[in-house]
């Protein structure tokens, strides 16, 4: 019964550490630190998304062009 109840105690801090603790940003590509005023990794080269700037709309509303 001790030990079970240790466990979900364990359990518990565990995930909680794992959810409030911030994460650093890093690059999905490399690992490296993202610096976050540069959109590209100074490593390796990967383009990061911006999540602040606005759509561009290439995926929805517009029609494909037909070329004959």
Same mark, same amino acid.
């Given at each position: 019964m001790v030990i079970s109840t240790?466990?979900?105690? !364990? !359990?518990l801090v565990v995930v909680a550490v794992y959810? !409030?603790? &911030?994460?650093?940003?890093?690059c999905p590509g490399c690992g490296a630190d993202r610096d976050p005023e540069s959109p590209l990794?100074?490593?390796c080269g990967w383009i990061h998304d911006d999540p602040e700037a &606005?759509?561009? =709309?290439?995926?929805? =509303?517009?029609e494909e062009m037909v070329y004959e």
């Open positions: 240790v466990f979900a105690v !364990l !359990l959810y !409030l603790v &911030p994460k650093r940003q890093c990794c100074t490593a &606005p759509d561009d =709309g290439d995926e929805e =509303g517009e």
